[in-house]
């Protein structure tokens, strides 16, 4: 046992222990093309086993954000890596690609080889949805850089998509319809606001809110986990031409769909055409947030937006809710630069 190491703050038994917990969690997550074992000093994959002709690489890197200060104020840490998986998946899955591997990195003043777990399980989850293989991370501790207690977790994530097949926006045209699929909350993003709003009212993260329209206590709706939205929508792109893919994170609909748009091109959102989640309107009603302005920050329970033909939108819906999926035509492509919402 390093003595000394242990004497500055570092437990490297408790980080042994990590190791032996999340090797089942690891090996759920395993598909093809995953080489080697956890433990190596870098997580292997063989793209060639998997008959792309011309592969582009995509790759996203995410955290969670103040959302993880919820989970240390309800102790629930089994939610927090789905999310961290879902923030870095859902965006290369905006350009079509199929994520393949994901690493996670886990900071932490003092490592707890239960909320570690905890922590890895919640991101083979994610990595399970998402079809992805877990080949590595990395657990730090770190005293004095955060308090006991708290940690940080940060994610990065590799897709491959055929090239003739990369989606960049380029075919999105004027007239195209904007397909709208429900997110499950809040997600991960906004939580600095949603943390003051809470906090400015008073609002108790263990009391149930009837407002909320759920049994579960305010901080639990608040910790819902991002919804992915990789296998469904790639299902999606295998059977129609979908011209653009949006992932609603930070910035909402004002900073995200124009993202997927030509010069020139706007988009114009028809407000009631999907659920606004009742989350949303607890925000809007206890942060006195302007009704518009709530679409500049949060999701508004749109979490993905696909831009095609006016004629496809039927079918892609008809997938869609073959995987579970809320998805409806939320609104179009015009040719007026800036985001209307009507």
Known sequence: MAVDYEKAGVSLEAGYDVVRRIKKH??????PGVMGNIGAFGGMFDLSSLNYREPVLVSGTDGVGTKLKIAFAMDRHDTIGIDAVAMCVNDVLAQG????FFLDYVAQGKTRPEVVEAIVAGVA??????GCALVGGETAEMPGMYPDGEYDIAGYTTGVVEKSKLID???????????????????????????KIFSDNSLDLHKPYPELESDLPLGLVALTPTRIYVRQVLDVIRQVDV?????????????NIPRILREGQGIEVREGSWE????FRFLEKYGNIPHREMFNIFNMGVGMVLALDPSDAGRAIDILASHGDRATV???VTDRPGVEIV
């Open 276 to 279: 606004i989640l009742p989350i």
């Open 26 to 31: 690891v090996a759920s997550t395993a598909r």
């Open 243 to 255: 011209h653009g893919v949006a992932h609603i994170t930070g910035g909402g609909f004002d900073e």
């Open 97 to 100: 690609a199929e994520p393949l």
């Open 125 to 130: 989850e994610g990595c399970r949805q998402a």
């Open 169 to 195: 926006g380029s075919k999105v045209s004027v007239g195209d319809v904007l397909v709208g699929i429900a997110s499950s909350g809040i997600h991960s993003n906004g939580f600095s606001l949603v943390r």
């Open 330 to 332: 939320i609104g179009r």
